[in-house]
C-alpha cells in the first residue's frame, strides 16, 4: 500500500464525520423529526436528492432489501416526512419525494453550510476555491467508485 499524507487523511475523515453528526443533529433539534435514526435521515437525503426516487433504487443505492424499504419508507410517510405517488407513465411504479416541510428545514441546516461556503470564497482566490472544488470532486469520485467495486 502507497503510503499517504496522514494528516489529510485525519482531515478528511474527521471532516466526514462532524459533517454526519452535524446533520443528524440539526435534524433531530428540538425533535423536529421525532428522534429519527442516522439511518432514516439518509433515507431523506438520497428522496430529496434524486428526482424520481423509487423504492428500488433505494434498495438498490444501500444494497438492502426491498422489503426492508418498504418498511422504512412506510414509517417516513407514516411521519409525514415522505410523499409516495404513482408515475405519470407506469402506475406500477412508486415514486417518493419529501415533504415541503422537510424541504423547508434542510434550507435552515444548508445555513451553516452557506456560511462556510461565504468564508471560503472571502478567504481564498477564485483559483483556490477552484483547486478546492477540484479536491472535493476527487473525493466524491473515490466514494461512488468505492460503492461500486463491492
Known sequence: MELINLKLFQEIDSFYYKLALKNLRAMNKDNLYKNLSYNSLLYLEIILYNKNCTPSFLADTLHVARSAVTVKVNELVAKGLVIKSNSPTDKRVIHLRVSPEVIDDYKEIDKTLIKATREI??????????????????????????????
Do not use: G, P
Open 121 to 150: 470564497e472571502r478567504n481564498f482566490s477564485d483559483s483556490e476555491v477552484e483547486l478546492f472544488i477540484q479536491f472535493l470532486q476527487i473525493i466524491s469520485k473515490h466514494y461512488r467508485v468505492a460503492e461500486h467495486e463491492k
